[in-house]
């Protein structure tokens, strides 16, 4: 098992920046591969970012490239989402996931991001 929670979350202008935290407790954080999803009002919960156990790979979103870096310190047991240039439709819930093979299998609580224009 493994706990995770997310901090961070706010109201930003348009244009602005925020960055999220995932804190993991329990099992050996270095183990997992850890996620970012996100869930806006009404729609499903879709994909933002991922990144390897070692930090060395990681995957975005392709409405997010160039604007989202995702990274980790396993010393620090705490997964990032640094977000700049947010936009409105960025606005969602965002949730930290974590898996050990196939699928993500632990999810924080999320924490809500709005982007006003």
């Known amino acids: 098992q493994v706990q995770l929670v997310e901090s961070g979350g706010g109201l930003v202008q348009a244009g602005g920046s925020l960055r999220l935290s995932c804190a993991a407790s329990g099992r050996t954080f270095s183990n997992y591969v850890m996620g970012w999803f996100r869930q806006a009002p009404g729609k499903e919960r879709e994909f933002v970012s991922s990144?390897?156990?070692?930090?060395?790979?990681?995957d975005y979103a392709d409405s997010v490239k160039g604007r989202f870096t995702i990274s980790r310190d396993n010393a620090k047991n705490t997964v990032y989402l640094q977000m700049n240039s947010l936009k409105p439709e960025d606005t969602a819930v965002y949730y930290c996931?974590?898996?050990?093979?196939?699928?993500?299998?632990?999810w924080g609580q999320g924490t809500q991001v709005t982007v006003s224009s």
């Open positions: 996931a974590a898996k050990l093979l196939a699928t993500y299998n632990y």
């Open positions: 990144i390897s156990r070692s930090g060395g790979i990681t």
